[in-house]
């Protein structure tokens, strides 16, 4: 199916608001209706911004859903629910919490109901709760009772993405913290930011910038992680490195913004500005690397990336998701390499270098740039 002209900025919404103005409560609430206002606020704010590269875009429909939990089975109730989808607010998702209609006395909802929200390089998944609407507590209480969560990782699209043009993924989701049910999504996601998966080659201007992220899972502490830049000659031994104990090198031709020991914030957590035109003659490759500095596993995160910037605007990116980020304490995340004409690019990586510093995780990058990179 195509969809393109969906994304068209001038797309109505009249008809989702009003799908929404029955909100959370059997016969729409008060914050129902504010849900609803907000979204209209949205969908304007998004026709007016949607030509800006930085944002990503995704049409979510909410379809259906089977065997769902019987929450009403109190004498005087139905032995059955009444369920509705909330589309959470997360990191890197534009806007609030979204609610579909509630579907009254059914096990077996069917919603079809679509809704488009913009999203940035901090989105790690589509974040889904399924609820049963109890109208016989007070809203501010929260009394409507759960009946599962699900959610749908954005590196699920990867593989298929193209630029500015929509990737689909038509899923049915098992529920979690339920003991039955699935949720039924089809997803139409349209990258603006460039992916830059492994082994694609992505030119360089002569000045860009490297941005890095993590995010923690929840109830996990942040692990002290160490974002670092080292310089290889042809030979592959060291020439410079910029890490979190040496913020300046190569001549003052690669900057690091510091040390970021949590992962929390809106933006990167760490930036490596570098400016080719004064790197070293005899440097070749640059490669970049996140190590855990107290030796805990990196696969307590939950989401990491690695972005290229070129004057404000995002050239290439890449993340890893919950389950991708591997059981090692050193990533190996990217490498810039000049070629034979003199151009440096830019290739993503995403491969194991252990190592509590960078200089520790040396050997297997070598390792890794002969086996695949042509070192």
Not at 45 to 56: G, L, M, Q, Y
Not at 71 to 81: E, R
Not at 259 to 278: L, P, Q, W
Not at 351 to 364: D, M
Request: aromatic share 10%; hydrophobic share 40%.
């Amino acid at each position: 199916q195509d969809i393109s002209s969906e994304f068209h900025p001038a797309t109505s919404f009249t008809g989702v608001a009003r799908r929404m103005n029955t909100g959370r409560g059997k016969g729409g609430s008060k914050g129902s209706h504010a849900a609803a206002y907000g979204q209209q606020l949205l969908h304007a704010a998004f026709a007016a911004d949607s030509h800006k590269p930085e944002f990503n875009e995704v049409i979510l429909e909410i379809l259906e859903a089977r065997d769902l939990r019987a929450a009403d089975t109190s004498v005087f109730q139905s032995g059955k629910s009444d369920p509705y989808v909330v589309i959470k607010d997360v990191k890197g998702l534009v806007g609030d919490d979204t609610c579909t209609t509630i579907m009254k006395e059914t096990l077996n909802p069917v919603w079809n109901q679509t809704f488009r929200f913009r999203f940035n390089y901090k989105l790690s998944a589509f974040k889904f709760k399924v609820k049963d609407s109890d109208p016989g507590f007070l809203e501010n209480l929260d009394g409507d009772d759960p009946l599962g969560s699900a959610k749908l990782p954005i590196d699920m699209f990867f593989g298929s993405a193209t630029t500015g043009k929509p990737s689909t993924v038509d899923v049915w989701l098992p529920l979690k913290k339920a003991p039955t049910g699935k949720l039924h999504v089809r997803a139409h996601v349209t990258f603006n930011i460039p992916i830059a998966l492994p082994g694609q080659v992505i030119p360089l201007p002569p000045r860009f910038q490297i941005g890095l992220a993590w995010e923690f899972k929840k109830k996990e502490p942040p692990v002290d992680l160490d974002a670092s830049i080292i310089g290889l000659d042809c030979k592959e031994q060291i020439v410079d490195r910029v890490w979190f104990r040496n913020l300046v090198g190569f001549g003052g031709a690669v900057r690091h913004s510091g040390d970021d020991r949590t992962g929390d914030g809106c933006g990167d957590d760490e930036t490596i500005t570098v400016d080719t035109s004064k790197i070293p003659g005899r440097v070749e490759k640059l490669v970049v690397v996140i190590n855990s500095y107290t030796l805990q596993p990196l696969s307590k995160v939950k989401f990491a990336y690695i972005r290229i910037i070129s004057e404000g605007l995002t050239i290439g990116f890449y993340g890893l998701g919950e389950g991708k980020v591997p059981q090692c304490t050193g990533l190996f995340f990217g490498a810039v390499q000049k070629d034979g004409s003199g151009i440096w690019n830019f290739q993503t990586t995403a491969a194991i270098a252990n190592g509590r510093t960078v200089e520790e995780s040396v050997p297997a990058i070598i390792s890794y740039g002969k086996a695949r990179l042509g070192w």
